[in-house]
T-cell receptor, first 112, second 111 residues
Framework: KAGVTQTPRYLIKTRGQQVTLSCSPI?????VSWYQQTPGQGLQFLFE???????NKGNFPGRFSGRQFSNSRSEMNVSTLELGDSALYLC???????????FGDGTRLSIL | GEDVEQSLFLSVREGDSSVINCTYT??????LYWYKQEPGAGLQLLTY?????DMKQDQRLTVLLNKKDKHLSLRIADTQTGDSAIYFC???????????FGPGTRLSVLP
């Protein structure tokens, strides 16, 4: 069974640009969550989508947005990139709220 | 708000047991998880325990939960060099997948 797939694995952008990250969940999983991981702040929850609806949201500015498609695949968008957005962005999927989350290997975003 | 705490570093000798500790604050936590992260990789789910349990064993891994003290521990028996990684404790509940992670414990296994 394929795991959670995130693309691309690495990305380099400059300040002010925007970026879209993609996540394909495990087949049958309808919940997709996104996290930002940095050395200073650790793992921080961005948002969770379930059946194409955002169900939970962390404490991030509106530059961070996401969506989920009917096949449960999800995208995360960050606009007007800042140096502080450099991080590992992790996606996790689960069948539903009361099920464990399984993580992808992440997209490492570097802002120059 | 919710908070999860862990010690940041642990060193053990190969073949010894490792015990990684975690404390949490959210009494409504339904599930408590242990994840492992190796360099350059995402988080690998190791094991999890429901809040109505006090122990779970899975091969070399033993999870102990003291719900009264909101304390969770992960014991790794016969620790190997391949166990060197960062271990994250996380809490979750039925009210959406808003997991709260601890800062991670970096386990170093010395030969």
């Amino acid at each position: 069974k394929a795991g959670v797939t995130q693309t691309p694995r690495y990305l380099i952008k400059t300040r002010g640009q925007q970026v879209t990250l993609s996540c394909s969940p495990i087949s049958g999983h309808r919940s997709v969550s996104w996290y930002q991981q940095t050395p200073g702040q650790g793992l921080q929850f961005l948002f969770e989508y379930f059946s194409e609806t955002q169900r939970n949201k962390g404490n991030f500015p509106g530059r961070f947005s996401g969506r989920q498609f009917s096949n449960s695949r999800s995208e995360m968008n960050v606009s007007t990139l800042e140096l502080g957005d450099s991080a590992l962005y992790l996606c996790a999927s689960s069948r539903d709220s009361n099920q464990p989350q399984h993580f992808g290997d992440g997209t490492r975003l570097s802002i120059l | 708000g919710e908070d999860v705490e862990q010690s940041l570093f642990l060193s053990v000798r190969e073949g010894d047991s490792s015990v990684i500790n975690c404390t949490y604050t959210d009494s409504s936590s339904t599930y408590l998880y242990w994840y492992k992260q190796e360099p350059g990789a995402g988080l690998q789910l190791l094991t999890y325990i429901f809040s109505n349990m006090d122990m779970k064993q899975d091969q070399r891994l033993t999870v102990l939960l003291n719900k009264k003290d909101k304390h969770l521990s992960l014991r790794i028996a016969d620790t190997q060099t391949g166990d060197s990684a960062i271990y994250f404790c996380a809490e979750g509940n039925n009210y959406g997948q808003n997991f709260v992670f601890g800062p991670g414990t970096r386990l170093s296994v010395l030969p």
